[in-house]
C-alpha cells in the first residue's frame, strides 16, 4: 500500500463548477499537508499548505484535512480553464522536510 | 525574485551512457532537492542538501546516481549509465529554512534514455 493516495483522473469540468481533489494516507505521522499545483511541462507550485485538522482558505481555493480518517481535500470554486493543471498532494512528518507526494490528479476546465 | 533555474530543459540518450543535470536554487536558499519525477507519478526525493552537506540520500541509486553542491549554491545531478527507467523529468527544488515546509521547484530537465 502507498503511503499516499491520490486519485489520477482525469478529472474534467465545466468552467465555474466546485472541483473536488482528494488524497488519502496512511502514515499517520504525516503533521504537514499541501497542495501543489503543476502545469504541463513546469515545475510543481504550491497552491496550499496546512497543518492542523480543518478548512483553510485562499481566494478560489480551500484546504481541508481530516486526520481521524487520514483524509484530505482541495476544493476549487468557480473553476476557470486556466486551472486545468495536474494537482499533487504532498504531506510530511513533524520535524521533518521530505515530501511524500500522490501521483496526482490532472483536470481539465472546459470553456 | 529569481526561480529556481535548471539547465538542459531536454536531453536525449542511449542507454548505457552518461549525463548531468544543473540547479542553481534560489538566492539564499541553504536547502536543496533533487527529485524524479517518473511520467503519470508524483516526484520522488532523491537527494537533499542542507549547505554544501548531504540531508537525506536514502532514496538515490548509488551505483549510478551521484550529486554535489559545491561552495552551497549551485548543484548538478549525474547519472553514469543511464538506464530505460532511468527516463524521467529530474526536478530541483529549494528552500529558505527547512522549517517552512514551501519548497520552489525549477521547470525540470526532461530525461529521455533509448
Known amino acids: 500500500q502507498k503511503e499516499v493516495e491520490q486519485d489520477p483522473g482525469p478529472l474534467s469540468v465545466p468552467e465555474g463548477a466546485i472541483v473536488s481533489l482528494n488524497c488519502t494516507y496512511s502514515?499517520?505521522?504525516?503533521?504537514?499537508f499541501m497542495w501543489y499545483r503543476q502545469y504541463s511541462r513546469k515545475g510543481p507550485e504550491l497552491l496550499m499548505y496546512?497543518?492542523?485538522?480543518g478548512n483553510k482558505e485562499d481566494g478560489r481555493f480551500t484546504a481541508q484535512v481530516d486526520k481521524s480518517s487520514k483524509y484530505i481535500s482541495l476544493f476549487i470554486r468557480d473553476s476557470q480553464p486556466s486551472d486545468s493543471a495536474t494537482y499533487l498532494c504532498?504531506?510530511?512528518?513533524?520535524?521533518?522536510?521530505?515530501?511524500?507526494f500522490g501521483t496526482g490528479t490532472r483536470l481539465q476546465v472546459f470553456p | 525574485e529569481a526561480g529556481v533555474a535548471q539547465s538542459p530543459r531536454y536531453k536525449i540518450i542511449e542507454k548505457r551512457q552518461s549525463v548531468a543535470f544543473w540547479c542553481n536554487p534560489i538566492?539564499?536558499?541553504?536547502?536543496l532537492y533533487w527529485y524524479q519525477q517518473i511520467l503519470g507519478q508524483g516526484p520522488k526525493l532523491l537527494i537533499q542538501?542542507?549547505?554544501?552537506?548531504?540531508?537525506?540520500d536514502s532514496q538515490l541509486p548509488k551505483d549510478r546516481f551521484s550529486a554535489e553542491r559545491l561552495k552551497g549554491v549551485d548543484s548538478t545531478l549525474k547519472i553514469q549509465p543511464a538506464k530505460l527507467e532511468d527516463s524521467a523529468v529530474y526536478l530541483c527544488?529549494?528552500?529558505?529554512?527547512?522549517?517552512?515546509?514551501?519548497?520552489?521547484f525549477g521547470p525540470g530537465t526532461r530525461l529521455t534514455v533509448l
Open positions: 527544488a529549494s528552500s529558505f529554512k527547512r522549517e517552512l515546509h514551501e519548497q520552489f
Open positions: 502514515n499517520s505521522a504525516f503533521q504537514y
Open positions: 496546512t497543518y492542523s485538522s
Open positions: 504532498a504531506m510530511s512528518v513533524y520535524n521533518t522536510d521530505k515530501l511524500i
Open positions: 538566492s539564499g536558499h541553504a536547502t
Open positions: 542538501f542542507q549547505n554544501n552537506g548531504v540531508v537525506d
